[in-house]
């Protein structure tokens, strides 16, 4: 079992930054794969950005250039820096674990971003 609880979402002007965070705990396992999706109203959840089981990045086209994700193992923590934010980017943003050997999702409560024109 894994737990993810996300933090720091916000209202934010067009343009500006936010950052997320996601601490996890429990079974969390090296060949875990970590990312953000969102779901805006009335739209499916999408990826935004996720470590690869390459240990690399993954950025949807929509956040490249202005979206970071990182993390820090020792507190076992995973970051999505928001700039440069636009209006479409508002929606709920959630964290994610895939559990490659278990073939399972972890979801964390998700968190609100919402970006004023």
């Known amino acids: 079992q894994v737990k993810l609880v996300e933090s720091g979402g916000g209202l934010v002007q067009a343009g500006g930054s936010l950052g997320l965070s996601c601490a996890l705990s429990g079974n969390i396992r090296s060949s875990d794969i970590m990312g953000w999706y969102r779901q805006a109203p009335g739209k499916q959840r999408e990826l935004v950005a996720k470590?690869?089981?390459?240990?690399?990045?993954y950025y949807a086209d929509s956040v490249k250039g202005r979206f970071t994700i990182s993390r820090d193992n020792a507190k076992n923590t995973v970051y999505l820096q928001m700039n440069n934010l636009k209006p479409e980017d508002t929606a709920v943003y959630y964290c994610n674990c895939f559990a490659w050997l278990l073939r399972r999702d972890y979801w964390g409560q998700g968190t609100q971003v919402t970006v004023s024109s």
């Open positions: 470590f690869t089981s390459s240990g690399s990045t």
